[in-house]
């Protein structure tokens, strides 16, 4: 019986290692196809020169360096021009104060 039992133990033991070793034949299931004639490698040439032609009109986007840009809700603020104490106008006295 423990004879029995070693074999069984082995062989789950050395299950997965042979399915690895690669006793199975190795085939190739893609089976490839006839050459290309000339009229077909042309047709590939020339998709491929529109496909690249296509690809150059396409504009390069600009890419913003505001790496916060899209948590914001709003556009960052200018800040308000200063303004020069020359055009500035006088302050008016408040009504019913006394002017020294």
């Known amino acids: ?10 062989a789950l033991v050395a299950g997965p ?5 690669g006793a ?21 040439a ?15 986007a600009k890419a913003s360096n505001d790496p916060w840009g899209g948590m914001r809700a709003d556009p960052p ?3 308000a021009p200063k303004t020069s104490a020359v055009t500035s106008a006088p302050k008016k006295p408040k009504a019913g104060t006394a002017a020294n």
């Open 77 to 79: 603020k200018q800040p």
């Open 46 to 60: 020339a998709r491929e020169k529109a496909y690249k032609e296509t690809l150059k009109k396409i504009p390069d």
């Open 24 to 44: 199975a034949p190795h085939i190739n299931l893609m089976a490839d196809g006839p050459p290309k004639t000339d009229d077909e490698k042309a047709a590939d």
């Open 1 to 10: 019986m423990k004879l029995f039992r070693m074999a069984v133990v082995l």
């Open 17 to 21: 290692a042979f399915a690895q070793d």
